[in-house]
T-cell receptor, first 117, second 112 residues
C-alpha cells in the first residue's frame, strides 16, 4: 500500500477484555516498530521486528502485551485483560532494511486509539 | 540515561511569524536526529533526518540545525501558516540498542 495502515482506528474496550491491533506496513519494509503514545506525550517504544523475527521487545510494559509478525509483513499487537492505563494511541511504523542504518526514514501509521472503560 | 528534552512545551504565534523550537539530548552513542510533525489525531510525519556530520538541513519552510558537540538541535519555521499548527517531535536514534528516543514534543499553535 501507499502507507502504513492500522486498524481499527478507534477501539473502546471494557476493562478485562482482550484486544488485537493490526498493522500493515509499507510493502517491502523489513523493519516494523510498535509504539505507545499517551495523551500529550511522545511515543514510547514497545517492540521491533526485522522480518518475522522479534528482535527487541524490551518496551512491552507487561506480559499482557504480545506482538507477532508471523510472515514478515502484517503485524498484530495483542493486549490481554486490558486495564485503564492501557488507554493510549498505539502507533505502528515501518522502514527499509537494517535497523542500524543511518538515515532510513521511518514511516508511521495513523495509530489505533484504544480507550479502556 | 538516554533522554531527549524539548522546549518550549507549547507555543502560540501569529500567522506569518517565524519561530524556533529547541531540542537537547543526552543520547550516546549518537546515530542521527530526526524532527517529526504530528497533527492532532494523526501519526508522526518525518520532516528532516540529520547525521553527525550535518549542521543544517532544510525542508521547505522548515530548517533544522544540529550541534553534535553541545548535543542541541533546533527547528526553525519561517513564515508560519495555519497548517503548521501541530506537535513537533524531536527524535534521536542511538544508544546501545540503536533505538529511537522521542522527546515529548512542542505543541505549536498558529493563530490568524
Amino acid at each position: 500500500g501507499a502507507g502504513v495502515s492500522q486498524s481499527p482506528r478507534y477501539k473502546v474496550a471494557k476493562r478485562g477484555q482482550d484486544v488485537a491491533l493490526r498493522c500493515d506496513p509499507i510493502s517491502g519494509h523489513v523493519s516494523l516498530f510498535w509504539y505507545q503514545q499517551a495523551l500529550g506525550q511522545g511515543p514510547e517504544f514497545l517492540t521491533y521486528f526485522q522480518n518475522e523475527a522479534q528482535l527487541d521487545k524490551s518496551g512491552l510494559p507487561s506480559d499482557r502485551f504480545f506482538a507477532e509478525r508471523p510472515e514478515g509483513s502484517v503485524s498484530t499487537l495483542k493486549i490481554q485483560r486490558t486495564q485503564q492505563e492501557d488507554s493510549a494511541v498505539y502507533l505502528c511504523a515501518s522502514s527499509l532494511p537494517t535497523r542500524q542504518g543511518t538515515g532510513n526514514t521511518i514511516y508511521f501509521g495513523e495509530g489505533s486509539w484504544l480507550t479502556v472503560v | 540515561k538516554n533522554q531527549v528534552e524539548q522546549s518550549p512545551q507549547s507555543l502560540i504565534i501569529l500567522e506569518g511569524k517565524n519561530c524556533t523550537l529547541q531540542c537537547n539530548y543526552t543520547v550516546s552513542p549518537f546515530s542521527n536526529l530526526r524532527w517529526y510533525k504530528q497533527d492532532t489525531g494523526r501519526g508522526p510525519v518525518s520532516l528532516t533526518i540529520m547525521t553527525f556530520s550535518e549542521n543544517t538541513k532544510s525542508n521547505g519552510r522548515y530548517t533544522a540545525t544540529l550541534d553534535a558537540d553541545t548535543k542541541q538541535s533546533s527547528l526553525h519555521i519561517t513564515a508560519s501558516q495555519l497548517s503548521d499548527s501541530a506537535s513537533y517531535i524531536c527524535v534521536v536514534k542511538g544508544g546501545s540498542q540503536g533505538n529511537l528516543i522521542f522527546g515529548k514534543g512542542t505543541k505549536l499553535s498558529v493563530k490568524p
